[in-house]
């Protein structure tokens, strides 16, 4: 079975630093996604950056950008310029590549960030 | 871009009562359908996966008999918490995929059980 795990409770970064959120994961399967999403106070699911385990570059989405090791099967979320609006719980997420069906989305147990002023 | 609604986003029902969530995906066809349960402070839990047409598979732990999933349309699956107690009481939330690319999260419904 697939497990995601994340070792940090609690983060905390001051308003236009950058953090950097771990996550390790553990899967037999060759093909797969890697996600992180981010929970407000309205519980909203919001993706925040994907990425396939097939691409070597590391993805990235404007402020956020994803360390992918593979082979360390490790998959880390870095924040710059962190802004008030980022505070939220963020969960990573792992899911199975099957071809032309949705498979599961397995979560880590979420590292709540705080930005501090 | 796609959409998911979840209705009702709270509901308070009484003991022993059942109650049904709605999660309709509202600008494509949602072959498959997941339900996840999250209680305070902690991570999604994946309750069962639908897929139109057919049952849906529970994970393991989780009562059938007392989550009912129906994904009778491309567009609407609903979970029915079959005579509720007050440790039911959490935040039930679905997800929603048309080609298996994607997925989509609704809104997420409140449930409170007294």
């Known amino acids: 079975a697939q497990t995601v795990t994340q070792s940090q409770p609690e983060m905390s970064v001051q308003e236009a630093e950058t953090v950097t959120l771990s996550c390790t994961y553990d899967t037999s399967e060759s093909d797969y996604y890697l996600f992180w999403y981010k929970q407000p106070p309205s519980r909203q699911m919001i993706l925040v950056i994907r990425q396939e385990a097939y691409k070597q570059q590391n993805a990235t989405e404007n402020r956020f950008s994803v360390n992918f090791q593979k082979a360390a099967k490790s998959f880390s979320l870095k924040i710059s310029d962190s802004q008030l609006g980022d505070a939220a719980m963020y969960f990573c997420a792992y899911r199975r590549d099957l071809t032309g069906t949705a498979s599961k989305l397995t979560f880590g147990t979420g590292t709540r960030l705080q930005v501090t002023l | 871009g796609a959409v998911v609604s979840q209705h009702p986003s709270r509901v308070i029902c009484k003991s022993g009562t059942s109650v049904k969530i709605e999660c309709r995906s509202l600008d494509f066809q949602a072959t498959t359908m997941f339900w996840y349960r999250q209680f305070p402070k902690q991570s999604l839990m994946l309750m069962a996966t639908?897929?139109?047409?057919?049952?849906?598979?529970?994970e393991q732990g989780v009562e059938k008999d007392k989550f009912l999933i129906n994904h009778a349309s491309l567009t609407l699956s609903t979970l029915t918490v079959t005579s509720a107690h007050p440790e039911d009481s959490s935040f039930y939330i679905c997800?929603?995929?048309?080609?298996?690319?994607?997925?989509?999260f609704g809104e997420g419904s409140w449930l409170t059980v007294v």
């Open positions: 639908s897929n139109e047409g057919s049952k849906a598979t529970y």
């Open positions: 997800s929603a995929s048309s080609t298996g690319n994607t997925i989509y």
